[in-house]
């Protein structure tokens, strides 16, 4: 074996090494992905589940119509001023140290302190 082949060796193992690393990374990254994928389907079955509850106590109890809900559904959708199916989470203030925290938060991002009371939906 000359010098030549010596280095082509070396350098195809350093690229070996290289590849193995970032697949390694690769498949660690994917682990956290399907964890946090995860934990997104456990959040997503628990909305849906208050939701269905909440709907059907409405028909049931309180006589609220599917156009009723359908209607107050786009009232909500539209208080962004966008038609996007989403709820924009509004700021609100934190009653330890009175700084302005995004509205999903359960405790303030600056002092640690809860936001207020537990409902069905804290932590979806």
């Known amino acids: 074996m000359d010098l030549v082949d010596l280095f082509w060796n070396l350098r195809q193992q350093q690229q070996i090494g290289e590849a193995k690393a970032k697949s ?9 992905h399907e964890s946090a994928l995860a ?4 959040r997503f079955e628990r909305l849906a589940l208050v939701t269905q509850a909440l709907a059907e106590l ?3 109890r309180a006589h609220v119509s599917e156009a009723d809900l359908t209607a107050k559904i786009d009232e909500i959708d539209m208080r962004d001023g966008k038609r996007d199916g989403r709820v924009s989470a509004s700021g609100r203030s934190c009653p330890k140290c009175g700084r302005e925290v995004a509205g999903l938060r359960t405790t303030c991002l600056y002092c640690g302190a809860p936001l207020g009371g537990s409902t069905p939906f804290d932590g979806l």
């Open 39 to 42: 934990d997104l389907n456990r």
């Open 24 to 32: 390694d990374l690769a498949h660690s990254d994917a682990q956290a």
């Open 58 to 60: 409405l028909r049931e």
